[in-house]
């Protein structure tokens, strides 16, 4: 096949994976389809870490994706640079007839596909998107109003219905010979964006049935291995969301419902995007956040002098992961203890989380911090000792990532509990009038 030759483009995006890819199958289907992934510099360049993992995971995982695609005799572009001056590029160096990618369903996704739909519509080009990440996109579970849920319960009722009534779909996208034999590209490589490498080992897409079967009764044990460790897969596409529904619901109602969760939060920031700045429920912007970059600081570093938020924060810059129980435990410290704004720690997490997810992670922090939908009352103040009991008793978790903690070298608490406590519900019912 020749360069100017008609080709269709498929845009990896947050799908990278052959298997099972809505909208991969349908490029493949209508044939001659060149691969597409954008190393876009408008999110790499608000990246903080020049050694951020995320881009290596990216960057291996294109990579392998590539060579598959070419050992079929096909070619894959890779590009750095923002979208809007590679498209500019691609429809002068390819006769492209169409485009193909899946819906990515967060703010700046929504702006740049509106933007490049717009761009190629100018050309003669169109611009198909296909729901790939979700099993149902946000648009698609409203009330019995037609309104959007903003309570989980319900939504996860109707989802769960949902997924019984119209079944999971499957794209067999790796069977399908649709490639256009071009010979192969040049990739960047990490250092020519800015970025460099670092041995670091990934979670694994392979999770055992046994983890996923108990998980009800062992998620809240942060000493165990026993969550999936998914996040980062789910997160960037490199497992099918769908397959992963489908042998959830047939082992665990509960781990099934947290992958709900996960929808639910983006049918939040589809339908409210002011979430991304602010309170869900405006009138908790009026809070009056203490401002003390020392008390962040100790919070980020893991030096509060609670272990388990110590053991948490430290876990985190470790390895990129957070057990979740210990993340509402570390979450609520810095809200509810330090009064701190919980904006700081969604950037912290958002920094250092490889499953980084921008609707969970707002999701989450304001659920934490009570300003969210269907949020935690904002009198509630997890008490980081009782939790430790409950969740850690023997220390276990604790003293792998604190093992100072029996020392006498290991702080005193950088705040009292019955205080801080008070003084976060006296300000919040001040802030809502409630006093």
């Known amino acids: 096949?020749?360069?100017?030759?008609?080709?269709?483009?498929?845009?990896?995006?947050?799908?990278?994976?052959?298997?099972?890819?809505?909208?991969?199958?349908?490029?493949?289907?209508?044939?001659?389809?060149?691969?597409?992934?954008?190393?876009?510099?408008?999110?790499?360049?608000k990246l903080e870490d020049s050694d951020d993992r995320r881009v290596q995971f990216l960057h291996k995982r294109v990579l392998e994706i590539k060579k598959r695609i070419e050992g079929k005799g096909g070619r894959m572009e890779v590009r750095y640079g923002t979208p809007e001056?590679?498209?500019?590029?691609?429809?002068?160096?390819?006769?492209?007839?169409?485009?193909?990618?899946?819906?990515?369903?967060?703010?700046?996704?929504?702006?740049?596909?509106?933007?490049?739909?717009?761009?190629?519509?100018?050309?003669?080009?169109?611009?198909?998107?296909?729901?790939?990440?979700?099993?149902?996109?946000?648009?698609?579970?409203?009330?019995?109003?037609?309104?959007p849920y903003a309570v989980y319960t319900p939504y996860s009722k109707v989802w769960l219905t949902k997924l019984e009534e119209e079944g999971i779909p499957e794209y067999p996208s790796h069977k399908v010979e649709g490639w256009a034999t071009i010979s192969s590209a040049e990739m960047p490589e990490l250092s020519a964006m800015g970025f460099e490498r670092s041995a670091f080992e990934f979670p694994s897409?392979?999770?055992?049935?046994?983890?996923?079967?108990?998980?009800?009764?062992?998620?809240?044990?942060?000493?165990?291995?026993?969550?999936?460790?998914?996040?980062?897969?789910?997160?960037?596409?490199?497992?099918?969301?769908?397959?992963?529904?489908?042998?959830?619901?047939?082992?665990?109602?509960t781990f099934t419902k947290e992958l709900a969760w996960r929808e639910f939060f983006m049918h939040i920031?589809?339908?409210?995007?002011?979430v991304v700045e602010g309170a869900y429920r405006p009138a908790y912007d009026a809070i009056p956040w203490r401002s003390n970059s020392e008390d962040f600081e100790r919070w980020c570093e893991g030096n509060t002098g609670y272990p388990i938020v110590d053991a948490g924060m430290r876990e985190l810059k470790a390895t990129g992961f957070m057990h979740n129980r210990v993340r509402m435990i570390t979450a609520s410290f810095l809200v509810k203890h330090l009064l701190l704004d919980w904006r700081l720690g969604e950037a912290w997490f958002a920094r250092w989380l490889l499953d980084f997810d921008l609707a969970s992670n707002n999701g989450n922090w304001q659920w934490?911090?009570?300003?969210?939908?269907?949020?935690?009352?904002?009198?509630?103040?997890?008490?980081?000792?009782?939790?430790?009991?409950?969740?850690?008793?023997?220390?276990?978790?604790?003293?792998?990532?604190?093992?100072?903690?029996?020392?006498?070298?290991?702080?005193?608490?950088?705040?009292?509990?019955?205080?801080?406590?008070?003084?976060?519900?006296?300000?919040?019912?001040q802030a809502l009038g409630k006093a």
């Open 269 to 274: 920031l589809w339908h409210n995007p002011h």
């Open 368 to 429: 934490v911090a009570g300003t969210g939908c269907d949020a935690s009352p904002y009198f509630r103040v997890f008490n980081p000792e009782t939790q430790a009991q409950k969740f850690d008793p023997k220390g276990v978790y604790i003293r792998k990532w604190v093992p100072e903690v029996d020392g006498l070298n290991y702080p005193k608490p950088m705040v009292e509990h019955k205080m801080a406590r008070q003084r976060a519900i006296d300000t919040y019912k």
């Open 85 to 147: 001056e590679i498209w500019e590029k691609l429809t002068e160096e390819y006769a492209i007839q169409a485009v193909f990618a899946n819906e990515d369903y967060e703010p700046y996704a929504r702006e740049r596909d509106t933007h490049t739909s717009a761009f190629l519509k100018a050309k003669g080009i169109t611009l198909h998107l296909f729901k790939d990440q979700v099993l149902f996109a946000p648009e698609e579970i409203a009330s019995g109003s037609g309104k």
């Open 205 to 253: 897409t392979q999770v055992s049935d046994q983890i996923i079967r108990d998980y009800a009764e062992t998620r809240n044990t942060p000493a165990l291995d026993a969550t999936s460790h998914l996040g980062i897969h789910l997160r960037f596409g490199t497992l099918s969301p769908r397959q992963l529904v489908k042998r959830a619901k047939a082992l665990s109602l």
């Open 1 to 45: 096949m020749l360069m100017n030759d008609p080709v269709r483009m498929f845009w990896f995006r947050r799908d990278l994976r052959l298997e099972d890819n809505h909208g991969l199958y349908r490029a493949l289907k209508e044939g001659q389809v060149i691969g597409l992934f954008i190393f876009d510099r408008n999110i790499l360049d």
